[in-house]
């Protein structure tokens, strides 16, 4: 019977334990299992400044004019051009160029490409900061009326008041154009005529032949023309001051890059010695001498030209900066003498030309010839570290003063914490030589060192007016040829 009970609990319990086991498995249910997908890692998108240095090329829309773009005997140059060469050197690309003619020709052309930057002395108005994407300030100018010199005096205008009467030209969707619309808001009488067709530079060029009484520029391009053209004058300031800025397409890289390379420039001296190089000569401007010297372009030069053209090939030094040389020592006259005794078209002392074997200092040929190895002497003798123009500029310092002062002037530098290497530091330096305060301490004492800073900016002054004359020669005779055909 005890058998038989523990037969029956044994066959219970097992039965139990199967239905335990089998109702636990049919109510279970299995994880589900979980794919893990990894998500691929996105890309962070390409900036617009990636891709210019990805390409190594700067797209950009240029204004040719003499105050932004223009191509002269020593290749590409203009202020704005230079600006933009050297952020594109920082960023190790080549600039791609599309040129236009106008200011309002820019801003169309603008919308249409999309360059990354487009630079025609734009102002910063607030109707143009509404529409555009301006950089950074490099510059500041203020708006000027530009009237013809030659004008009565009853007639030349001294305000806003005085234009009436008078043939007022100005470009069209300029800033000056949104100047002249706010002062007509304003109740005043303004007679003005706007023109899509010509440059500032070609009303400028207007003033000066009298086709037009005035017109309305920056001062930056005032200044810069103002040697090409004598017979225009200022008349009066016409607005506050503004901020000169490039257009820039939208990228917050490409913006953020230039503010900081700007800067950086601008602490370097990059800056300040390229201001130097194209706006200096307007402390020396002399309306005389100017006309002058356009007048002996034509009727002295020519009969010497080809032996400064010979000289320089010879030399390796530009034919027309030696013509510029010789034009400030002797004003082309071969015969020319100084109360020193210095004589000839390259104004040689009797010493100096035994030393460079010229036997005939009235001979132009054995003067240009003698005076282009002198400066070539002067050239080797600068210092290594001085470099590009500035190597040229201390040179004809040294020509004028002896390379004894310039070595003065650059130690004097130092001492000033100012650049000894750079033109447009030497040339603060240089005026102090005359001072008994600083030349007491130098080496080589008293110089009129002023003289030397004139006699340089007067050289290129010459230069760059000699330049001009002869593209506009050039542009001229082109121009004859296409009538005649």
């Not at 005096?153 to 154009?177: A, C, R, V, W």
């Not at 130092?414 to 305060?437: Q, Y």
């Not at 290129?460 to 005649?484: A, F, G, P, R």
Request: proline share 3%.
């Amino acid at each position: 019977m005890k058998d038989y009970i523990k037969q029956i609990l044994l066959v219970f319990f097992t039965i139990t334990i199967f239905l335990f086991g089998w109702f636990s498995h049919s109510m279970y249910t299995p994880p589900k299992i979980i794919e893990v997908i990894e998500k691929p890692t996105l890309k962070k998108q390409s900036s617009l400044l990636d891709k210019i240095k990805e390409n190594r090329v700067l797209d950009v829309v240029l204004l040719n004019s003499l105050s932004t773009y223009y191509i002269g005997s020593d290749g590409k140059q203009g202020f704005e051009y230079d600006l933009l060469k050297a952020y594109a050197d920082s960023l190790n690309v080549e600039l791609n160029i599309t040129t236009v003619q106008t200011t309002k020709e820019a801003i169309e052309l603008s919308k249409i490409l999309h360059p990354d930057i487009t630079s025609a002395s734009f102002a910063k108005t607030p109707l143009r900061e509404k529409s555009f994407n301006f950089g950074p300030s490099y510059s500041e100018i203020q708006e000027q009326v530009v009237c013809y010199r030659g004008m009565q005096n009853s007639k030349f205008p001294h305000g806003i008041d005085d234009l009436t009467g008078l043939s007022l030209m100005i470009g069209e969707d300029t800033s000056y154009s949104e100047t002249i619309q706010n002062l007509k808001d304003d109740s005043f009488d303004i007679n003005v005529s706007l023109t899509s067709e010509f440059s500032a530079e070609e009303l400028l060029a207007k003033v000066a032949s009298h086709e037009i009484d005035c017109t309305i520029v920056d001062s930056n391009i005032y200044a810069i023309n103002l040697k090409y053209f004598p017979d225009i004058a200022l008349a009066f300031i016409i607005s506050e001051r503004e901020q000169l800025a490039w257009l820039l397409a939208e990228d917050d890289d490409l913006k953020t890059d230039l503010y900081t390379w700007l800067n950086n420039f601008n602490q370097s001296g990059g800056m300040a010695e390229l201001k130097d190089h194209y706006y200096s000569h307007l402390l020396f401007f002399d309306y005389y001498n100017t006309t002058v010297f356009y007048k002996r372009v034509k009727s002295r030069l020519p009969k010497y030209e080809k032996i400064f053209k010979k000289a320089g090939k010879d030399y390796g030094i530009s034919w027309e900066l030696l013509a510029s040389i010789s034009y400030q020592e002797s004003h082309w006259k071969p015969k020319a003498k100084s109360f020193t005794g210095v004589r000839g078209l390259m104004m040689l002392t009797n010493k100096t030309a035994k030393l460079l074997g010229v036997k005939n200092r009235l001979n132009p040929k054995e003067s240009i010839v003698g005076g282009t190895r002198h400066i070539k002497q002067m050239i080797k003798f600068v210092p290594k570290d001085i470099t590009g123009e500035n190597r040229l500029k201390f040179a004809l310092a040294a020509y004028n003063i002896g390379l004894g002062h310039i070595y003065d002037a650059r130690e004097l530098a130092r001492k000033l914490n100012w650049d000894a290497t750079s033109w447009s530091d030497l040339k603060k330096t240089l005026p102090l030589l005359s001072d008994k305060k600083y030349y007491k301490t130098l080496k080589y004492g008293y110089a009129r060192g002023l003289e030397a800073v004139k006699y340089v900016e007067a050289i290129y002054n010459y230069k760059d007016m000699l330049e001009n004359s002869l593209l506009e020669t050039v542009d001229n005779n082109t121009t004859q040829k296409k009538d005649k055909k």
